[in-house]
């Protein structure tokens, strides 16, 4: 059972534009939730986080929103660069310390120079 | 400070061999996870190990084992090879909070 789900699996888009990833969750209990980058041959890359108790966190480029009630969360890359070309993986998990995550199936993102 | 490394990192076995994997975590990181990740599945958890102690594990069959060693260092062991078992196997340590962690750059295995 996938508790964390990404659609559109890829994304094209240009240079300096806004990309958004999407990923939604069915586990009202996850109260943590990251994106990791991964480039071919190499392990996920932690990119930014937000919890539950907050509905948006900014690093850089990167901003995280969270809907809750909606079970929702997405990152928005602005502007994009191709540098950012890669696998974006959404991940939840617990804030109790245990280091378990459930992660959707990754968005390939392809940003056109 | 290093970061997290496998061992080795491309692998070719046959059905029914076993296989044993090697994670060394970020110095001073005590938590070790280990996940699957197959195009069609995407990355799934295998196990997490703390203190030489498995404290999570996940939906695998009893073939998918591990441990811990007192230096943190982690091991993975899948016994009786199927095919299906084909997957980059990624090791991430961690401290206390899930965004601390920190992957490696994972095994290529094959099973042929």
């Known amino acids: ?113 | 400070k290093a970061g997290v490394t496998q061992t080795p990192r491309y692998l070719i076995k046959t059905r029914g061999q076993q296989v044993t994997l090697s994670c060394s975590p970020i110095s001073g990181h005590r938590s070790v996870s280990w996940y699957q990740q197959t195009p069609g599945q995407g990355l799934q958890f295998l196990f997490e190990y703390f203190s030489e102690t498995q404290r999570n594990k996940g939906n695998f069959p009893g073939r998918f084992s591990g441990r811990q060693f007192s230096n943190s260092r982690s091991e993975m062991n899948v016994s009786t090879l199927e095919l299906g078992d084909s997957a980059l196997y990624l090791c991430a340590s961690s401290g206390l909070a899930p965004d601390t962690q920190y992957f490696g750059p994972g095994t290529r295995l094959t099973v042929l």
């Not at chain 1, 508790?3 to 534009?17: A, D, F, W």
């Not at chain 1, 980058?37 to 850089?60: C, H, Q, R, V, W």
């Not at chain 1, 809750?68 to 617990?94: E, M, N, R, T, W």
């Open chain 1, 1 to 113: 059972d996938q508790q964390v789900k990404q659609n559109s699996p890829s994304l094209s888009v240009q240079e300096g534009r806004i990309s958004i990833l999407n990923c939604d969750y069915t586990n009202s209990m996850f109260d943590y939730f990251l994106w990791y980058k991964k480039y071919p041959a190499e392990g996920p890359t932690f990119l930014i986080s937000i919890s539950s108790i907050k509905d948006k966190n900014e690093d850089g480029r990167f901003t995280v929103f969270l809907n809750k009630s909606a079970k929702h969360l997405s990152l928005h890359i602005v502007p994009s660069q191709p540098g950012d070309s890669a696998v974006y993986f959404c991940a939840a998990g617990f804030s109790d310390g245990n280091n378990r995550l459930a992660f959707g199936k990754g968005n390939q993102v392809v940003v056109i120079p």
